[in-house]
């Protein structure tokens, strides 16, 4: 398949990897000013891409979109312009709700879903390290997407596991709740995923984790609130060493995705007249310190 990684920071560059290795034909887009770029995968040899090449765009069969949440809406409107309607739109981002305003633009095109637990690192501009194996789940937007299933076959032989997930929302749910919960906390405390095991913690986790089940619920999402509680656990456990994205942003006093995270569940909340005070103090300690950045 003709593939354009769109925003190839740690996630895209894995993939554009692996499905270059797999036989594609893989194409970068991003924001350097460059026609070709190389990129090394681990101790693999270092592979050459087209890099921002427009003709790219025309023939693409699939874009795999790995920009953050907040650059979808600004990133969208030319990529559109320069693809054909049959053009597959694979989205892989943290957070939930970057597609809502943008769903009628969206419509004739496949659009598809998806969430990943593999972990990578990007060291250098040209290196990007694998640095834990996960899952992949791909699922449907739009009904043009449902139509898409094949594209799970395609992930799957370039980097495995893959599933397909019809209700793939009720997987992006899990995940944002894992998020809600670990990013902001590791982000304000500036401390490893690890640390969060700390019994200090195990209250505010808790109230997270209930107020996320509750929209979940309201949502008519399905939802076992201590099976998602243990699953944060095991993820603090599992990535116990890593400082989440949300932390790595606040260092570098980048734009974080907490308006697609916490900011999500708050604006759902609202929408079903509940309260979630743990989400929205945590929302609004992030704004602020957006805020503190951007009037220095
Ligand atoms: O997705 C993550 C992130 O950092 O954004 C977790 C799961 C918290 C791993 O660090």
């Not at 490893?192 to 200090?200: I, T, W």
């Not at 005070?277 to 992030?286: A, G, S």
Request: with cysteine; charged share 15%; glycine share 6%.
């Amino acid at each position: 398949m003709n593939i354009v990684i769109v925003g190839p920071g740690a996630i895209g560059s894995l993939w554009a990897t692996h499905l270059h290795q797999a036989g594609h034909q893989v194409a970068l887009w991003g924001t350097q000013n460059a026609t070709h770029w190389s990129l090394q995968c681990d101790e693999q040899p270092k592979l050459n891409f087209a890099y921002n090449q427009p003709d790219t765009l025309h023939r693409a069969d699939l874009l795999l979109i790995t920009v953050k949440a907040w650059q979808v809406a600004s990133a969208l409107p030319a990529l559109l312009e320069q693809i054909a309607d049959e053009t597959i739109l694979l989205f892989m981002h943290n957070g939930m709700g970057a597609l809502e305003a943008l769903s009628d633009r969206l419509a004739p095109y496949p659009v598809l879903l998806s969430t990943t637990t593999h972990g990578a690192l990007k060291p250098a501009p040209d290196k990007v390290l694998h640095t834990g194996q996960g899952q992949t789940q791909i699922g449907p937007f739009n009904t043009p997407g449902a139509r898409c299933e094949f594209v799970c076959d395609v992930l799957q032989h370039a980097l495995p596991q893959v599933s397909w997930n019809q209700h793939i929302e009720h997987a992006l749910w899990q995940k944002l709740a894992i998020n809600c919960a670990i990013n902001p906390l590791t982000a304000i405390e500036q401390i490893s995923n690890g640390e969060l095991a700390d019994p200090r913690y195990r209250a505010r986790l808790d109230n997270i984790i209930a107020e996320v089940a509750a929209v979940m619920r309201a949502e008519h999402i399905p939802v076992d609130q201590h099976a998602l509680r243990a699953t944060v656990d095991l993820v603090i456990a599992a990535t116990a060493r890593n400082r989440s994205s949300m932390h790595q942003d606040v260092v570098h006093q980048r734009q974080t995705e907490i308006d697609f995270i916490n900011g999500y569940v708050v604006r759902k909340a609202q929408q079903h007249g509940l309260a979630v005070p743990v989400n929205q103090q945590l929302y609004q300690h992030i704004q602020s310190l957006q805020q503190s950045w951007t009037q220095a």
